[in-house]
Each structure stands twice: as structure tokens, then as C-alpha cells.
Nanobody
Framework: QVQLVESGGGLVQAGGSLRLSCVAS????????MGWFRQAPGKDREFVSS????????HYADSVQGRFTISSDYAKNTVYLQMNSLKPEDTAVYYC?????????????WGQGTQVTVSS
């Protein structure tokens, strides 16, 4: 089982940037995917981005393509989500997930989430 801890959320104005981090502990498989999902109030959880630990493959939702960048540091067991040009509609709780053999899941482990709020 892998434990995940997210950090880096906060309040930012529209057009601003944030970088989320997700530190994983436990048994990590190098070819598995790590992912970021988000859930806004009253909405279903949605896929944001994913990467395999060795960073050979990245995937993005259309809504964040070109604005968000996912990266991984296998030596630090950490995955990052750099979020630029943030919009109010990016406001959500962002969750880190791990343990999928496919880029969009299903994922075996989830973090507790970190709140991102973008003000207009």
C-alpha cells in the first residue's frame, strides 16, 4: 500500500500560479502511473493529469492542457503539478492518486486532498 500526502494548495488570484506536490511512501512501482484529480463543490471528481514515475508518459485533461505541467522525481518519490494561468473554474480540492497501470486509472491509493481556490 502506498501513502500519499499532498501539499501546495492555497488561495490565488486568477492568472496566478501554484505548484502542488505529492509525496509517496510505501511500495512504489516504477512503471505505474501517478495522477492528479480534482473535485469542485457539487461536481464529480475529474481527471486532471497523470504521469508514470519514470516520466516517459504524461497526460492532461483538455481543460488544463497548456496551463498545467506534471512532473515526477522518482528519487524523491514526489510528483508535482505546476498550475499556471489559473482560472476561477480551477477551484477544487485536488487529489493525488497512485498505483495505476493505465494513465487514467483506476488508481489504488489516494491522498487526502489539498484545496485550491482561485479568486476572480
Amino acid at each position: 500500500q502506498v501513502q500519499l500526502v499532498e501539499s501546495g494548495g492555497g488561495l490565488v488570484q486568477a492568472g496566478g500560479s501554484l505548484r502542488l506536490s505529492c509525496v509517496a511512501s510505501g511500495r512504489i512501482v516504477g512503471y505505474h502511473f501517478m495522477g492528479w484529480f480534482r473535485q469542485a463543490p457539487g461536481k464529480d471528481r475529474e481527471f486532471v493529469s497523470s504521469i508514470n514515475w519514470r516520466a516517459y508518459s504524461t497526460h492532461y485533461a483538455d481543460s488544463v492542457q497548456g496551463r498545467f505541467t506534471i512532473s515526477s522525481d522518482y528519487a524523491k518519490n514526489t510528483v508535482y503539478l505546476q498550475m499556471n494561468s489559473l482560472k476561477p473554474e480551477d477551484t477544487a480540492v485536488y487529489y493525488c492518486a497512485s498505483g495505476s497501470s493505465a494513465p487514467m486509472g483506476p488508481f489504488a491509493s489516494w491522498g487526502q486532498g489539498t484545496q485550491v481556490t482561485v479568486s476572480s
